[in-house]
């Protein structure tokens, strides 16, 4: 059972959102035409564009809304899919990868779209710059950002050389990159709450403390059983990304939960954090291991780096994040810390979302492979479209659906492990 008064992570980002009163569980049995299990970005999202549709939706979070990977990612926002486009044009075809990349230039107009509609305050930030750890990934950066403006039609990405990457991230430890100015960050926690606003104003049902425990068909609709209570539902989405574990064997065969981390130092000096990102645009570099960071409006570094892949936390995880950032900004390594978190987040094998029917009446929206702050919401939306009868965008991610992880429940820890292990050391190689 979820425990109905567990906080959120001790995160930069639920200090700095105000305190919501805990929303009441479900109690006995309710009926409705949507069934939600997930507060996150997806769930929001769905519930928002299914009550917009006149759909009576009950939507159900084991913890807090956006407790999760929502509410405590490194709230960039990215341009296209998890994976680029020369990836997705070799294995897709350049008509499926142009609609791929449509649809995640749709996703972050949601975004804006509904942050602007519903006045959600998240500390909204323009600009994403993309670091270069190897000198051999220089040239790369640059011939994509020159391939997404003659195929795509999409400008906004500008090549960094050296010294001038180095002005703008204030470190010498990169050989050159890309700055993305229809990219960026903001507060995700922020985001989520606003999101959930919204979709109560526009009727949905919000259960906080609520734990799904059962998915069962019953003669035509979807049952969700939970300790607290039941919902009786025509459709039901999944939207639980790295925490489905127990409810869809399936997809939890699919989507692999891993865990990152982040922490926020004390506020820095306005010179100092004019020395380090003067420009306040989100970074992230070209590791596999991706680090990310960007200044908080308070000039705070936010810096994610590093991953487990066991079920919990580090014990000292300000340890674990201050050997990676000693990487990027050696003179921050002993730097105060405010705040320091872990979170868990889905993958998949091809880092591509995983939308399916698994059977019908039950839609599953998950795996976004450290890529959710568009994405997440934007599947939500298309899931709930497809439920509404308008289903090719639905069709083209599920038509890409990413397979099993190897080894079955036994095996396909380990089989991880040695495979992400490798991919680190390949960051630390020549």
Not at 125 to 154: N, Q, S, T
Not at 230 to 246: F, H, K, R, S, W
């Amino acid at each position: 059972m979820a425990d109905a008064t567990r906080a959120h992570a001790p995160s930069y980002y639920a200090a700095t959102t105000p305190d919501r009163a805990l929303r009441p569980a479900l109690a006995g049995q309710v009926r409705c035409d949507v069934a939600i299990v997930g507060g996150g970005f997806t769930g929001l999202n769905a519930a928002i564009t299914l009550a917009e549709a006149g759909r009576s939706v009950v939507l159900i979070e084991q913890n807090r809304i956006g407790w999760g990977a929502s509410g405590r990612n490194g709230g960039q926002l990215h341009s296209g899919q998890r994976r680029d486009q020369h990836h997705l044009e070799r294995t897709c075809g350049i008509e499926t990868a142009r609609r791929l990349w449509d649809m995640a230039e749709e996703a972050k107009a949601l975004l804006h779209e509904r942050r602007i509609r519903h006045a959600i305050d998240c500390d909204w930030m323009p600009g994403l710059i993309h670091a270069a750890h190897k000198e051999r990934f220089v040239a790369e950066e640059w011939d994509y950002a020159e391939h997404l403006c003659k195929v795509y039609g999409y400008d906004r990405v500008e090549p960094l050389e050296r010294d001038a990457l180095a002005t703008a991230i204030g470190t010498p430890n990169y050989f050159g990159g890309s700055r993305d100015a229809g990219a960026g960050h903001l507060h995700p926690l922020k985001l989520a709450q606003g999101l959930a606003d919204a979709a109560e104003a526009g009727g949905v049902v919000i259960h906080e403390g609520t734990a799904a425990t059962a998915v069962t068909d019953r003669g035509g609709r979807v049952e969700i059983g939970t300790r607290e209570g039941m919902i009786d539902a025509e459709t039901v989405l999944l939207a639980g990304n790295g925490y489905l574990a127990g409810i869809d064997p399936d997809s939890e065969a699919r989507v692999m939960p891993i865990n990152n981390y982040i922490l926020t130092t004390e506020p820095l000096s306005q010179e100092a954090a004019d020395h380090l990102i003067p420009g306040r645009e989100a970074v992230s570099d070209s590791r596999f291991v991706v680090y990310y960071w960007r200044l908080t409006p308070d000039r705070r570094l936010l810096f994610g780096g590093g991953e487990t892949y066991r079920r919990g936390f580090p014990p000292d995880m300000g340890s674990f994040v201050r050997s990676h950032l000693r990487n990027v900004y050696p003179q921050l390594a002993e730097a105060p810390v405010s705040h320091v978190w872990g979170g868990t987040l889905g993958v998949t094998r091809s880092r591509m979302p995983c939308l399916r029917r698994t059977r019908p009446g039950v839609y599953v929206a998950a795996g976004f492979s450290g890529h959710g702050v568009a994405m997440a919401g934007f599947c939500g939306h298309v899931a709930a479209r497809a439920m509404l009868g308008d289903a090719e965008r639905f069709d083209v991610f599920a038509g890409l659906a990413p397979g099993r992880f190897p080894g079955g429940r036994t095996l396909r820890w380990p089989i991880l492990v040695l495979a992400m292990s490798w991919f680190a050391l390949r960051d630390r190689l020549g």
